[in-house]
């Protein structure tokens, strides 16, 4: 890795390189099953800056000038510090442009997919979102149509109740999420789930409707379905919840936005 | 496709470019051991995972595409953010002078400490944009323990945090707790470090420019004709690209070792420990170390708790995750001696865990 022009090509090549590989997440759509849509102009940002700073290392064979405006030698732009003899290298290694290179070999290589039911195994599952929801979230879901209601709205509009599991049984619901199971779920019942993402996917919270519906052990877990029917007063296992009664499971493909916003 | 998940977390630690001239080779035999042992852990936890559900192959893939999307979410989040710091990084090493510094900030240890703690206000960073600045801020012969406690508050202490954390909370107790300790540890940290030499703290590489100051570009002769600003503005970009080069590579291992966390750490096994005035905040504690969450967002992801734990934890949490958290550790080493990284873990954990504690036994749970 050595050479001053090949360093400054490599940092400039690796620079762009990112922005290229954050603007195929951004023009595929994709960049949603990372980060809340909220993050997605600092993304665009990050693009026009990664390549404004990839530039500034400017073709090589051009003339750069120093501070007071002669010309200088590659090298020094390279070495610009290394006259005064001590240790602070900023020259890349082959690991470290190898480890640089990682994120964009696994993006590539790995076809992008929002997390689903694994991710689900290791995490805590909120049926219910006992009184902790945010109060202007509660008081926003409380004002929606019951039709235009998400999963995360719901359980926002049961945090706002005292007894939700009585206090809306008969009320109709539409809603969209995946199928997630696990011991606790009767042999007719699944869960339709989202996840809740605040800022990025390692922040991802789970928020769930537990759906009665005859056939449900039909449906594959991760499917992404849109449920519509009737709440009532139910339970999941011995602990009393709001259920969604179905009338229609209908698969549907995967969102444009895998992931509710809270 | 890659069936061993956690292999490239291994591998890269290796590759962490910890650039210590004599310390490398004593602690090669350290970071190997560790490397086998986190391989071994993590191997184990797929290998019962796998029995437990009985899933095979199909369990094990969908496992790693988890940990591809928590990956590439952390970084992909936190890039935009490191990247704004390296080049605040970078137009501070032409535009700013150590003289300006030297004017400006207080001699005083425990003055000089609590700037630090305030700086947050005035350079709205967060924890991946700090440590580039930080860095930078240092090369300027910025003292020890203002950077420390600027490292530490700036995730806090700055007006996008306050807001999201208004905004989950509202003005209340927690809102101020988390405001006011992460003040008071910040400026304790920063405090202890002015007890410390420089060369005791800081890498060798960002220590010989804290002393002559030689990674500036400012060594013309007084009176010599100032640059053409488009020249200096590209120096400074140049600047902040070596500066995202070289810590973008902490980011990635530190998002490598979050994401192996986050798929293979069940996280209700940790959630359901704990109740207890001391126990839950032990829980929370290490959920903000494991989690490496922004702090711009944390709040939110608190409030979810806060039905199931001790307020005393949720404000240790909040205070704690910001200062130090997977991510972070891995980018302090860009800066700071191990040595010095562990001081800077231990010393918030040790004080975060009292206040979680005290708040419960007398503020109530």
Known sequence: MQGPRFQLALKALLLLGLALFLYTRLAGGTLFFYINERFAAYTMLAIVGLILVGVSYRPLGRKQTTLDGSPVAIDDIVDHNHDQGHGHDHALTLSGALLILLPMVLGVLVPPQPLGAAALANREVNVTMQGSALPAAVRAAADKNAVDKNVLDWLNTFAGTPDPVRTFAGQPATVVGFVFRDARFAENQFMVTRFVVSCCVADANVAGMVVRWPAAATLPADQWVTVSGVLEAGALGDQPVPVLAAQRVEPVDVPQHPYLYP | ?365
């Open chain 2, 1 to 365: 496709m890659t069936v061993e998940q956690p292999q490239p977390v291994a591998k890269t630690q290796v590759d962490v470019p910890l650039v210590d001239g004599a310390a490398a080779q004593r602690g090669q035999l350290l970071r190997w051991s560790l490397t086998a042992g986190l391989m071994l852990l993590a191997a184990g936890a797929i290998f019962y995972d796998t029995f437990a559900s009985g899933a095979g192959l199909p369990y094990l893939l969908q496992r790693f595409q988890t940990f591809v999307t928590i990956f590439l979410g952390i970084f992909i989040e936190a890039v935009p953010f490191l990247l704004a710091g390296s080049v605040v990084s970078g137009l501070i090493a032409v535009f700013v002078d150590e003289a300006m510094l030297d004017r400006y900030l207080p001699k005083q240890p425990l003055l000089g400490a609590m700037a630090g703690g305030g700086m947050g206000l005035l350079f709205p960073v967060c924890e991946c944009g700090v440590v580039p600045v930080v860095r930078r801020l240092y090369e300027k012969g910025l003292p020890v323990s203002i950077g420390a406690a600027f490292l530490l508050a700036a995730p806090v202490i700055n007006p996008i945090v306050i807001l999201s954390t208004y905004s989950a909370f509202g003005w209340g107790p927690v809102l101020w707790g988390r405001l006011f300790f992460s003040f008071v540890i910040a400026v304790t940290v920063g405090f202890l470090f002015s007890r410390a030499q420089p060369e005791e703290v800081l890498l060798p590489a960002v220590n010989a420019c804290h002393h002559d100051a030689c990674c500036t570009v400012h060594d013309r002769a007084p009176g010599a004709p100032k640059a053409l600003l488009p020249a200096r503005f590209t120096q400074a970009f140049n600047f902040a690209g070596d500066d995202f080069l070289d810590m973008v590579r902490y980011l990635i291992v530190g998002c490598m070792i979050a994401a192996s966390m986050q798929t293979l750490l069940p996280q209700s096994a940790l959630l359901a420990v704990g109740q207890g005035p001391v126990i839950s905040v032990l829980v929370m504690l290490g959920l903000a170390f494991l989690l490496s969450i922004c702090s711009t967002v944390d709040a939110f992801l608190a409030l979810a708790f806060t039905s199931t734990f001790t307020t005393g934890s949720i404000v240790s949490f909040l205070v704690f995750g910001p200062m130090v958290d997977i991510k972070s550790t891995i980018m302090f080493l860009g800066v700071f001696k191990r040595r010095a990284v562990g001081y800077l873990i231990l010393l918030p954990l040790l004080l975060s865990l009292l206040v979680g504690i005290w708040w419960n036994l007398n503020l109530g749970m």
